[in-house]
């Protein structure tokens, strides 16, 4: 395991702008991951990335680096919705980010039953956007009537199957779950924005709680409305373009704007937040990392660091900053220069280091903590 005498390290790694650059290995990255699996150093990755399982997105960047890795080393920016299976589990969820049929197979996978996508309600609200044009059919080939939402005692029969699929004139949405970036803001952002209005989660209602000043936040959001979950809060990522793209918390922005014009500014727009830099992403993050130690690793040491590499200042450098261990291990940043970060510039949260990529990284990390790596060469 990757000791001194007295201390134990391990990684966390980024995956976009650290490792890949859109679909191709950042140079070294092989080297580095390979090395670290040598001399058994544990290491998880984190990243704000989504849109598969964890075990086919750690499969997809294995075979990119021509590695193998452990589902149980992989953290990305919904993971922590596993966590809200429970509580919604037989609950009708809208789900968003993604395309096909990408997003409601994965909250499939993760034990979600009903869910609805925005182009199933698309194509039970025909009129819901005036604007589809470009994006119609492939709301019309993906959306289903009453998502895969199926019921004994109401709605409409399904031929043939002695079945009911509910409509969504009748089935009220119980929370709107965002996993990657909206592909058809202007449809999502219609249809979280009609949620929000709604009147217990029912799509066609209005609340007539809204607007009222005798009522908390003005009567916003007081009448059973779905709360609001993302999972990414970057405002843009690094991706094969020369300069960083919109990511989801772009598309926040966007429906904060709107939410302001909607309510005048009267009202707050409540919503919960996971993945880096939330504490809660952190924490679920090193509980991943101490059990996959406790499986995975010759002794399953007690970690004192970990090394967080990353790109983002916003998301990677302060997240790890600012956690505090429950456990008392302690988090160092460490900015690599291929990604967001404009090299040059003074970045908005200072790392504990900075350097070139991630092949400096680990190796000037590995040299300070003094591991060896003499039988090991990158
Ligand atoms: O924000 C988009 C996401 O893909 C960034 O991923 O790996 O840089 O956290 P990562
Ligand atoms: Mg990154």
Redesign the pocket.
């Known amino acids: 395991m990757g000791s001194t005498k007295d201390r134990t390290v391990a990684f966390a790694f ?5 490792l890949m650059k859109g679909k191709k290995p950042v140079p070294g990255a092989r080297e580095t991951m390979q090395l670290l699996q040598k001399l058994k150093i544990p290491f998880i990755f984190l ?3 989504g849109g598969h399982t964890e075990e086919a997105h750690v499969a997809q960047l294995g075979q990119r680096l021509s590695l193998t890795f452990d589902e149980k080393q992989f953290v990305q ?1 919904h993971t922590p919705f596993r966590d809200l299976v429970p509580v919604y589990k037989e609950k009708t969820v809208l789900v968003l980010g993604g395309h096909g049929q990408q997003i409601r197979n994965l909250a499939h996978a993760y034990g979600f039953e009903k869910v609805v996508t925005s182009s199933d309600v698309f194509v039970e609200f025909e009129h819901i956007h005036p604007f589809s044009e470009l994006t119609k059919a492939h709301h019309e080939e993906h959306g289903r009537v009453g998502g895969s939402v199926i019921s004994k005692d109401d709605g409409t029969m399904v031929k043939g199957t002695g079945e009911k699929k509910l409509s969504l004139k009748t089935t009220p949405i119980s929370a709107i779950l965002v996993w990657t970036s909206p592909r058809d803001w202007c449809l999502d952002l219609q249809i979280v924005n009609d949620l929000l209005l709604s009147s217990g989660g029912l799509f066609g209602t209005r609340s007539a709680k809204n607007g009222d000043e005798t009522l908390p936040n003005c009567g916003f959001l007081q009448d059973g409305q779905p709360p609001v979950f993302f999972c ?1 809060p ?1 405002f843009e ?2 991706t094969s373009y020369d300069h960083p793209r919109f ?2 918390g772009a598309f926040r922005e966007a429906l904060r704007g709107i939410w302001r014009r909607t309510t005048r500014d009267r009202a707050e727009l409540q919503y919960s937040m996971v993945g ?1 830099p939330t504490e809660d992403t952190y924490r679920y993050a090193e509980r991943v990392l101490v059990e996959y130690c406790g499986e995975g690793v010759e002794d399953g040491k007690k970690i004192d660091t970990v090394y967080m590499i990353g ?2 200042p916003e ?2 450098i302060v997240g790890a900053n600012s956690f505090q261990s429950p456990r008392g291990i302690e988090w160092k940043s460490v900015l690599v220069h291929t ?1 967001v970060y404009v090299p040059g510039t003074v970045p908005v949260h200072e790392p504990h280091y900075s350097v070139a990529d991630v092949k400096e990284a680990v190796e000037s990390t590995l040299k300070n903590e003094g591991v060896s790596t003499d039988s090991f060469c990158l």
């Open positions: 980024d995956i976009d702008g650290v990243t704000n990335g920016s990414n970057d990522w690094s990511a989801q880096k790109d983002n998301s990677d990604g």
